[in-house]
T-cell receptor
Framework: ETGVTQTPRHLVMGMTNKKSLKCEQH?????MYWYKQSAKKPLELMFV???????ENNSVPSRFSPECPNSSHLFLHLHTLQPEDSALYLC????????????????FGPGTRLTVT | AQTVTQSQPEMSVQEAETVTLSCTYD???????LFWYKQPPSRQMILVIR??????QNATENRFSVNFQKAAKSFSLKISDSQLGDAAMYFC?????????????FGAGTRLTVKP
């Protein structure tokens, strides 16, 4: 395992539901990410948090709302999703600064398979 | 903006043979990192190998090695003595060397099938 966990692993929700995805990293990293992985498309970066501060939001619809209460936890709050939001949502973490020889590789969680009905 | 291209959507290899996966990228930066990630079916994406652009020597990790051609902006992955467990999606990725510029760019992936 990579040291990054995600729950739940599978989620089916209706378009009017509200749910949250959780990610936790046990690596002491200071950056965390949310990605969307759809079939036959490159990974889409959604949100980046450096030192608990959001530094990037790649034009993600407001029905996706991230939260980073500390450097180890990351949430993605979902509400009024659309069927096209069905995908695998991956969380990742990396060490950006503070360690000698940092090389920026990202460590990924197993993902949450989301189906919007 | 940097882009990463993997021109082979699917590849197959016979067990114990060697296969090379292609990756090209576009950048105006001189310092950066390149990665190959492996995503087995229904399993976590894991790092296979990493290359720093300032290093001329190609990275090697056991049966995995890269051919890094900086001038050509090419970064191919060679898998020697292929095993059934190598079957997976392989993603090439680019990352700037700038601190906190952590927008890693991924290619669309290559699905590798290993035939027994």
């Amino acid at each position: 395992e990579t040291g990054v966990t995600q729950t739940p692993r599978h989620l089916v929700m209706g378009m009017t539901n509200k749910k949250s995805l959780k990610c936790e990293q046990h690596l002491g990293h200071n950056a965390m990410y949310w990605y969307k992985q759809s079939a036959k498309k490159p990974l889409e970066l959604m949100f980046v948090y450096n030192f608990k501060e959001q530094t990037e939001n790649n034009s993600v619809p407001s029905r996706f709302s991230p939260e980073c209460p500390n450097s180890s936890h990351l949430f993605l709050h979902l509400h009024t999703l659309q069927p096209e939001d069905s995908a695998l949502y991956l969380c990742a973490s990396s060490q950006e600064v503070g360690l000698a020889g940092v090389t920026y590789e990202q460590y990924f969680g197993p993902g949450t398979r989301l189906t919007v009905t | 903006a940097q882009t990463v291209t993997q021109s082979q959507p699917e590849m197959s290899v016979q067990e114990a043979e060697t296969v090379t996966l292609s990756c090209t990228y576009d950048t105006s930066e001189s310092d950066y990192y390149l990665f190959w990630y492996k995503q087995p079916p229904s399993r976590q994406m894991i790092l296979v190998i990493r290359q720093e652009a300032y290093k001329q020597q190609n990275a090697t990790e056991n049966r995995f090695s890269v051919n890094f051609q900086k001038a050509a902006k090419s970064f191919s992955l060679k898998i020697s003595d292929s095993q059934l467990g190598d079957a997976a999606m392989y993603f090439c990725a680019y990352r700037s060397d700038q601190v906190l510029n952590n927008d890693m760019r991924f290619g669309a992936g290559t699905r590798l099938t290993v035939k027994p």
